[in-house]
Nanobody, 123 residues
């Protein structure tokens, strides 16, 4: 299993970024996927997840209405669109593999994750 995130960077408050995660080495199309983040000195936080089919997405309250997860099973890619970014969104963002045929897996059900991509929200 290999997950490779990209798309991070420096953005001003109120701006947008789109993160991508390329998946290799497993049957992507039948696996739920998730996004996590970790800020310096803080515990890892679950950002949101997407069901194996892509039909269901769910989010942490802290990002609901601002972030959106999507996937392209033909390309083995999952995305995190982040809008209205705030300084408190600054963190390393990781995608993670969820269970087979997962619909709304709990945080503990996610396993392998990538190396992460840094997102910094600052003026």
């Amino acid at each position: 299993v290999q997950l490779v995130e990209s798309g991070g960077g420096l953005v001003q408050p109120g701006g947008s970024l789109r993160l991508s995660c390329a998946a290799f080495g497993f049957t992507f199309g039948n696996s739920a996927m998730g996004w996590f983040r970790q800020a310096p000195g803080k515990e890892r936080e679950f950002v949101g997840g997407i069901s194996w089919s892509g039909g269901i997405t769910y989010y942490a309250d802290s990002v609901k209405g601002r972030f959106a997860i999507s996937r392209d099973n033909a390309k083995n890619m999952v995305y995190l669109q982040m809008n209205s970014l705030k300084p408190e969104d600054t963190a390393v963002y990781y995608c993670a593999l969820g269970p087979k045929y997962g619909v709304t897996p709990r945080m503990a059900e996610f396993g392998n994750r990538g190396q992460g991509t840094q997102v910094t929200v600052s003026s």
